[in-house]
């Protein structure tokens, strides 16, 4: 029987089976299981062998549980956590300041002026098209056209007032240093994991039962 696991299983790697690890950046998750549907070894079916392996696995899902819990709670990692937050926070709204600064000046509002006749026009030449018995027209393409250009000529306004922005530019590598602490923390979770004595000795009846089940299926 083998389940898929989260973050901290990648520790159990060739004991229980094949892990997967998810999140992504800003990374603010627990450190919890998530287990998936379980598959069944090949060995002959309800023996005590079978039974063993699946209870000595489940000790080691349970003592990762316990152990990445602890984890959790402990006040340095709660603290690395609130601080990669905080940084993610402070650059959001950084970064949110400088792109309204964009769209309220007389460019910006003019953009979005054209962008919106445009939408308006491409509506309209869409319903065309559709009364016609067509999906779209060279109208709609052209007009489709110009609406992509006007938006893309507005994000690169914002794109550049954010990396002419040094305040933004300070505050993102903040949250990026932030956030790559806490990663190193939670590396650093999984190497510490396979050294606990709990682990270990949860890791050795898993084994054990697992030569036994090897065993009776031959």
Same mark, same amino acid.
Request: aromatic share 4%; with cysteine.
């Given at each position: 029987?083998?389940?898929?696991?989260?973050?901290?299983?990648?520790?159990?790697?060739?004991? %229980?089976?094949?892990?997967?690890?998810?999140?992504?950046?800003?990374?603010?998750?627990?450190?919890?299981?998530?287990?998936?549907?379980?598959?069944?070894?090949?060995?002959?079916?309800?023996?005590?062998?079978?039974?063993?392996?699946?209870?000595?696995?489940?000790?080691?899902?349970?003592? /990762?549980?316990?152990?990445?819990?602890?984890?959790?709670?402990?006040?340095?990692?709660?603290?690395?956590?609130?601080?990669?937050?905080?940084?993610?926070? /402070?650059?959001?709204?950084?970064?949110?300041?400088?792109?309204?600064?964009?769209?309220?000046?007389?460019?910006?509002?003019?953009?979005?002026?054209?962008?919106?006749?445009?939408?308006?026009?491409?509506?309209?030449?869409?319903?065309? /098209?559709?009364?016609?018995?067509?999906?779209?027209?060279?109208?709609?393409?052209?007009?489709?056209?110009?609406?992509?250009? %006007?938006?893309?000529?507005?994000?690169?306004?914002?794109?550049?007032?954010?990396?002419?922005?040094?305040?933004?530019?300070?505050?993102?590598?903040?949250?990026?240093?932030?956030?790559?602490?806490?990663?190193?923390?939670?590396?650093?979770?999984?190497?510490?994991?396979?050294?606990?004595?709990?682990?270990?000795?949860?890791?050795?009846?898993?084994?054990? %039962?697992?030569?036994?089940?090897?065993?009776?299926?031959?």
């Amino acid at each position: 029987m083998r389940r898929t696991m989260w973050i901290i299983c990648c520790a159990i790697v060739g004991l %229980a089976g094949p892990t997967a690890l998810g999140g992504g950046i800003p990374r603010f998750c627990s450190i919890g299981m998530n287990f998936g549907p379980p598959e069944v070894d090949s060995a002959p079916s309800g023996s005590a062998s079978d039974a063993g392996v699946g209870t000595a696995r489940d000790q080691l899902h349970r003592v /990762a549980i316990v152990l990445s819990r602890q984890f959790e709670v402990s006040p340095d990692y709660q603290a690395a956590r609130l601080a990669a937050m905080q940084a993610f926070s /402070a650059y959001q709204t950084a970064r949110a300041a400088v792109i309204q600064q964009v769209q309220s000046s007389p460019q910006g509002l003019a953009a979005n002026v054209e962008i919106d006749r445009l939408e308006r026009q491409l509506n309209q030449a869409r319903e065309e /098209a559709k009364m016609a018995g067509r999906d779209h027209s060279d109208k709609t393409d052209a007009i489709a056209m110009a609406l992509l250009n %006007a938006r893309s000529a507005l994000s690169q306004q914002e794109a550049e007032a954010l990396a002419a922005d040094q305040g933004v530019s300070t505050l993102r590598y903040a949250w990026l240093d932030a956030n790559a602490a806490l990663e190193s923390m939670r590396d650093d979770l999984a190497s510490r994991l396979q050294t606990d004595p709990q682990w270990k000795n949860a890791k050795a009846q898993l084994e054990q %039962a697992r030569g036994a089940l090897a065993s009776a299926a031959e």
